[in-house]
């Protein structure tokens, strides 16, 4: 895919080997408005790490198999669609605080959620975010055939978003987190839940 229009939020080092898109996650990185009140007080957003995107009107198919080479718990390769730092989403193949590696969907709607999804024992995994008007539905694939439903959900955002890879170690020291098989349709699928 010709990503040379692309820009950065948050820019880091990245590098083409071969297929793969290459992003540096530096370390403390992350998108999450945490929803938890420390001491009956919200914490300020955090929306630090590197992601890297296009503008995009309307709806669309956007899918990458991602390597996100795991360290420390909260690394991981994610999709995002965002709006601003109060409203976005992303899709992400996330080491998580259970000693798992799963497939994981963010809502941001001011605040955050966090919702795991399937436990996945592999290293890379195809990630797909599909968008028909304001609802949304993400998913994950082994093999870049058959994807399987993560979450389905609605977010009030903007015909024209920002979509793009973003890496992340939220609780790490950083690392290289590896993308391929980059692809972003404009198309309208007609089955949200199935993504095509």
Same mark, same amino acid.
């Given at each position: 895919?010709?990503?040379?229009?692309w820009?950065w939020?948050n820019e880091s080092?990245?590098i083409?080997?071969?297929?793969?898109?290459?992003i540096?996650?530096p370390?403390?990185?992350?998108w999450?408005?945490?929803p938890?009140? #420390?001491?009956? /007080?919200?914490?300020?957003? %955090?929306s630090n790490a590197?992601? &890297?995107? *296009?503008?995009?009107?309307? @709806?669309?198919?956007?899918?990458?198999?991602?390597?996100?080479?795991?360290?420390?718990?909260?690394?991981a390769c994610a999709?995002?669609v965002i709006?601003d730092?109060?409203?976005w989403?992303?899709a992400?193949?996330?080491k998580?605080?259970?000693?798992?590696t799963a497939?994981v969907?963010v809502?941001?709607n001011g605040?955050s959620?966090?919702?795991?999804?399937?436990?996945i024992? #592999?290293?890379? /995994?195809?990630?797909?975010? %599909?968008?028909?008007?304001?609802? &949304?539905? *993400?998913?994950?694939?082994? @093999?870049?055939e058959?994807?399987?439903m993560?979450?389905?959900?609605?977010?009030?955002?903007?015909?024209m978003?920002?979509v793009?890879?973003?890496a992340?170690?939220?609780a790490g020291?950083?690392?290289l987190r590896?993308?391929s098989?980059?692809?972003?349709?404009n198309k309208?699928?007609?089955?949200?839940?199935a993504?095509?």
């Open positions: 895919m010709d990503m040379s229009g820009k939020l080092q990245i083409k080997e071969g297929n793969e898109v290459v540096y996650a370390g403390h990185t992350d999450f408005n945490n938890v009140p #420390e001491k009956g /007080v919200l914490s300020a957003p %955090v590197p992601f &890297f995107y *296009t503008d995009v009107t309307g @709806d669309f198919v956007f899918r990458a198999k991602v390597r996100p080479n795991f360290q420390s718990v909260y690394d999709l995002m709006q730092e109060k409203l989403t992303k992400a193949f996330e998580s605080d259970f000693g798992t497939a969907c809502v941001t605040i959620d966090d919702a795991n999804g399937c436990n024992d #592999e290293e890379e /995994v195809w990630l797909q975010i %599909v968008r028909v008007g304001d609802v &949304f539905c *993400t998913h994950y694939s082994l @093999d870049g058959n994807f399987y993560v979450r389905l959900f609605h977010l009030p955002v903007e015909k978003v920002k793009g890879i973003e992340q170690s939220p020291e950083g690392g590896f993308y098989h980059i692809t972003l349709e309208t699928v007609k089955n949200l839940r993504g095509k």
